[in-house]
């Protein structure tokens, strides 16, 4: 009984984070949030600070920071205006005081020259909060698949983790170079080291884009090379919630599916075909195909 309360205490937090997600423009006051869990205002900032690990306020604060500086990040068309406003703050000036008091740099500085280190930082408590409330797929939502050989061209991140944005913007901008929207040309991650276990400087992920496109020297001396996504069986598993969701379906994939399923991981990484991205849709909603390959 005691699994089954405390799950559905996490479900009625759940719809609290969803609701800031999809709605970081909405009333996000204690009492329309309350009422969504189902919950008193007189004591909702308590719980959720005791099941999410930080306050409330705080919370709405960086998730609607996070969305604002991915936009302003990845989305050079938007101007910081409509970033500030469709983020759920009146007026540029207020934006601009929470964005620096937060993540360190005015929204302009930070759209020409990312501190990633700083914005990681601050951004972390929203990833861990996450995790508190999140639901963990289980083995029974694991499909063996045939996938077909994929052509890809990749460009590979090493070191910090928490330098990889800088890495993202080179890949969109050779997207966007090269004409390969998400929408025609599948997008895929190749997990070559697990990032909570190794060091940060020995971290290596694939960014990987479908395509036959043949890179030119300038873009091969930039780092970026052709190759293949393999063909062959994989147990996939569709992860939903974002980055943070990815870590648990990766444990369920090698500790709870593969050990009884009597298969063999093939002599590849672990990679992922993205779905749908954040801030395109809200962070509750990127999906990915996560699949392992086999022999």
Request: glycine share 6%.
């Amino acid at each position: 009984m005691h699994a089954e309360t405390t799950r559905r205490y996490h479900e009625r937090m759940r719809r609290v984070l969803d609701h800031i997600d999809r709605h970081p423009d909405a009333d996000l006051s204690l009492d329309r949030l309350s009422a969504l869990a189902a919950f008193s205002p007189h004591h909702f900032h308590r719980q959720f600070t005791a099941c999410l690990g930080l306050p409330l306020h705080r919370y709405v604060q960086l998730s609607r920071l996070e969305r604002a500086s991915h936009r302003l990040a990845y989305r050079a068309g938007e101007t910081v205006t409509t970033v500030a406003l469709d983020a759920g703050y009146g007026a540029p000036d207020a934006f601009a005081r929470a964005f620096r008091a937060r993540l360190g740099q005015a929204p302009a500085a930070f759209r020409a020259a990312p501190d990633w280190a700083s914005w990681h930082g601050a951004l972390a408590p929203l990833t861990l909060a996450r995790r508190n409330v999140m639901t963990v797929p289980t083995p029974a939502d694991v499909v063996v698949v045939d996938r077909p050989a994929v052509p890809v061209v990749v460009l590979e991140h090493r070191g910090d983790p928490a330098r990889l944005g800088e890495t993202i913007r080179r890949f969109i901008a050779f997207r966007k170079a090269n004409h390969l929207p998400p929408a025609r040309h599948d997008t895929y991650n190749l997990f070559h080291t697990d990032p909570e276990a190794v060091a940060p400087a020995d971290h290596r992920l694939g960014l990987a884009v479908a395509t036959d496109h043949l890179p030119t020297d300038e873009e091969r001396a930039a780092g970026f090379y052709r190759d293949v996504v393999p063909a062959g069986r994989a147990a996939m598993l569709r992860v939903v919630g974002g980055d943070a969701a990815l870590a648990a379906a990766a444990l369920v994939l090698y500790c709870d599916w593969l050990p009884p399923s009597g298969e063999a991981p093939a002599d590849a990484p672990l990679y992922g075909r993205r779905l749908s991205f954040f801030p395109d849709v809200p962070e509750s909603e990127a999906m990915m195909e996560l699949d392992l390959p086999l022999r």
